[in-house]
């Protein structure tokens, strides 16, 4: 079984910081997705980013990019010039490639930007 | 935004009532989700679908029940609510298998219900 794994249940970032949120992983499989998800207060749970595994290069859209590191099973996620609008919960995913297969959610943390 | 409608939004209503929350997606996706998340907590699978008349129990043991009739209709039932269903509950849908991003689940608003 995937276990997927937030340390940090929030944080805090002045605007037009930069803030990087972590997540570590647990899997044997080799093939493999992983997600970033925001959920802002009240608001409609969005995809941020996703990775492949077998990609070595970061993904990256637009002020979100990740840091996968394979062999540590990390997933870190960066926000570059943090907005207020970027204050929100953010859930780290597992999904193991094949046909139906389920993700698996970290337990998320909570990210306040100040103004 | 993606195409996927949950209604009502927000639920009160008193224990023993049965209630049906309403989950519809206009993308055609054959693969839909059924998650409970209760305030500032993880998800966790209650119910997945991965076609019509197809479904099966999460990972999470709930006492609600699903039905897919239609493609893009995915409906939660609870026939006698308890105040320990007092929670929110996401839908999500993705694309079949050999379909782009059919990795990808796209949610639903939520429907935050309450049993008094």
């Known amino acids: 079984a995937q276990t997927v794994t937030q340390s940090q249940p929030e944080m805090s970032v002045q605007e037009a910081e930069t803030v990087t949120l972590s997540c570590t992983y647990d899997t044997s499989e080799n093939n493999y997705y992983l997600f970033w998800y925001k959920q802002p207060p009240s608001r409609q749970m969005i995809l941020v980013i996703r990775?492949?595994?077998?990609?070595?290069q970061n993904a990256t859209e637009n002020r979100f990019s990740v840091n996968f590191q394979k062999a540590a099973k990390s997933f870190s996620l960066k926000i570059s010039d943090s907005q207020l609008g970027d204050t929100a919960m953010y859930f780290c995913?597992?999904?193991?490639?094949?046909?139906?297969?389920?993700?698996?959610f970290g337990k998320g943390i909570t990210l306040s930007v100040r103004p | 935004e993606a195409d996927i409608y949950q209604t009502p939004r927000y639920l009160v209503i008193g224990t023993g009532k049965k209630i049906t929350l309403e989950c519809s997606q206009t993308?055609?996706?054959?693969?839909m989700y059924w998650y409970q998340q209760d305030p500032g907590m993880e998800l966790h699978l209650i119910h997945y679908s991965y076609g019509v008349n197809s479904t099966e129990k999460g990972d999470l043991s709930s006492e609600s029940t699903v039905s897919r009739i239609r493609t893009e209709h995915f409906p939660l039932t609870l026939e006698s609510a308890r105040p320990s269903h007092t929670s929110q509950y996401l839908c999500?849908?993705?694309?079949?298998?050999?379909?782009?991003?059919?990795?990808?689940?796209?949610f639903g608003p939520g429907t935050r219900l309450t049993v008094l």
């Open positions: 995913a597992f999904m193991k490639s094949g046909a139906n297969s389920k993700l698996t």
């Open positions: 993308m055609g996706h054959d693969k």
């Open positions: 990775q492949e595994a077998y990609k070595q």
């Open positions: 999500a849908s993705s694309e079949s298998v050999g379909k782009p991003s059919q990795d990808t689940q796209y």
